[in-house]
């Protein structure tokens, strides 16, 4: 079978799975929690995505090997911050191991004490609600607490491995046009 054929191919590595997947574009979130001492620690997560509006649940999935993951699954608690294009340096601070990836980010506490970062576009406080087995990562699928105020800023992106960015902040929509699905915008043209 050629790689242009239509009928696709069985024939893939995980290297070739991963630039296929890499088409399709995401927002960034930097998910955070306190550690036992109070600590703040957190990854950056592009597997997030609104699941549920009634009741209002979200999902994310850590990487097995991922050292935040068990911080939040002891607390039951993390803060989902959405990130805006002037945040892309936060994104690589979180995007990779480190010791104290607090000690150049600016944060303010949730109600629960949980990180906030300065600039996101929003947040979400959540509780853990479930967490399921999916390969290599969990899926971890959280009940939303409280709301973080919406910046109108532009969003951060990640494309094909890198950072891309919107050329215009999008006007959040009137409450009445997301009655169907969390992020459908209009009835049932979803533009
Ligand atoms: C843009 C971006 C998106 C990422 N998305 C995820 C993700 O969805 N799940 C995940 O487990 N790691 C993801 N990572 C990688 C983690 O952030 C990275 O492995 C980090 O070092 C994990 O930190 P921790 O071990 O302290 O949890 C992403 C990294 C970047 C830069």
């Known amino acids: 079978m050629t ?67 068990p911080v939040i699954e002891a607390r039951g608690q993390f803060c989902v911050n959405v990130l805006s294009n002037r945040q892309q340096d936060v994104s690589a601070t979180f995007g990779a191991p480190g010791a104290d990836k607090f000690k150049s980010i600016t944060w303010d506490p949730s109600p629960a004490g949980l990180p906030v970062l300065r600039h996101s576009l929003t947040w979400v406080e959540c509780s853990v609600d479930s967490v399921t087995d999916g390969g290599d990562h969990w899926i971890v699928i959280g009940r939303a607490q409280i709301l973080g105020e919406v910046l109108q800023d532009k969003p951060l992106l990640f494309y094909r491995g890198g950072y891309l960015s919107t050329e215009h902040p999008r006007v959040t929509p009137a409450q009445a046009e997301l009655d169907n699905f969390l992020t459908w915008t209009g009835g049932d043209t979803w533009l």
């Open 3 to 69: 790689p242009h054929s239509p009928y696709g191919t069985d024939d893939f590595d995980s290297r070739q799975f991963r630039t296929a997947m890499g088409q399709f574009c995401t927002g960034v979130t930097v998910i955070t929690t306190l550690d036992e001492e109070e600590k703040p620690v957190g990854f950056a997560c592009q597997s997030f995505a609104a699941l549920s509006l009634d009741p209002p649940l979200v999902l994310f999935c850590p990487q097995k090997t991922s050292r935040t993951w």
